[in-house]
């Protein structure tokens, strides 16, 4: 009887170590699973972060046009860049990103999250928008994401 147990213990560590094993591989596995979650959460974080600051340079693009009619007639849209671009987010709007053509102007917004360093991400719209000859009221026209 004595021989029998001495054999079975060599055999239920050799059990255990493989569990052991198999135990730690999944740990691990779950660990690395779980980081690539937290990065590809954090990547769509910064997208939406971008995307809300193009819309607001949209929306900002669009209340100026709105707000006078002579706007239009001038075209004379400096250069915007909301806030500072040290800020965490920002849109910018270049004037020479304007394309003036009649009754319909297409505007190009990009939307950025900054770090103290580079951009973590950008998105880039280009909108147009039209202005009705009867009642002229501006309205969209086209959106298109570019980024």
Same mark, same amino acid.
Request: include cysteine; hydrophobic fraction near 45%.
């Given at each position: ?10 055999? =239920? $560590?050799? *059990?255990?170590?493989?569990? @052991? =094993?198999?135990?730690? !591989?999944?740990?691990?596995? +779950? /660990? ?11 990547? #769509?974080? #910064? ?5 809300? +600051?193009?819309?607001? %340079?949209? !929306?900002?693009?669009?209340?100026? #046009?709105? /707000? ?18 040290? /800020?965490? =987010? ?7 990103? $304007? ?7 297409? *505007? ?15 998105? @880039? ?6 202005? =009705?000859?009867?009642? %002229?009221?501006?309205? $969209?026209?086209?959106?298109?994401? $570019?980024?």
């Amino acid at each position: 009887m004595q021989l029998q147990l001495k054999s079975m213990q060599g055999n =239920s $560590l050799l *059990v255990t170590l493989i569990f @052991l =094993s198999v135990i730690a !591989m999944l740990t691990f596995s +779950a /660990a690395v699973n779980s980081q690539l979650q937290q990065r590809m959460s954090h990547n #769509l974080h #910064l997208k939406a972060q971008t995307d809300e +600051a193009a819309d607001a %340079g949209v !929306m900002a693009f669009y209340t100026w #046009l709105c /707000a006078d009619p002579d706007h239009w007639e001038s075209e004379d849209w400096d250069s915007l860049i909301n806030g500072e671009i040290a /800020a965490h =987010s920002y849109y910018e709007i270049l004037a020479d990103q $304007l394309d003036w053509d009649g009754d319909y102007v297409t *505007v190009t917004v990009r939307g950025a999250v900054k770090s103290d360093l580079d951009d973590l991400s950008n998105s @880039l719209l280009r909108v147009e928008f039209y202005r =009705s000859e009867e009642d %002229g009221r501006v309205y $969209l026209h086209n959106w298109t994401e $570019l980024l």
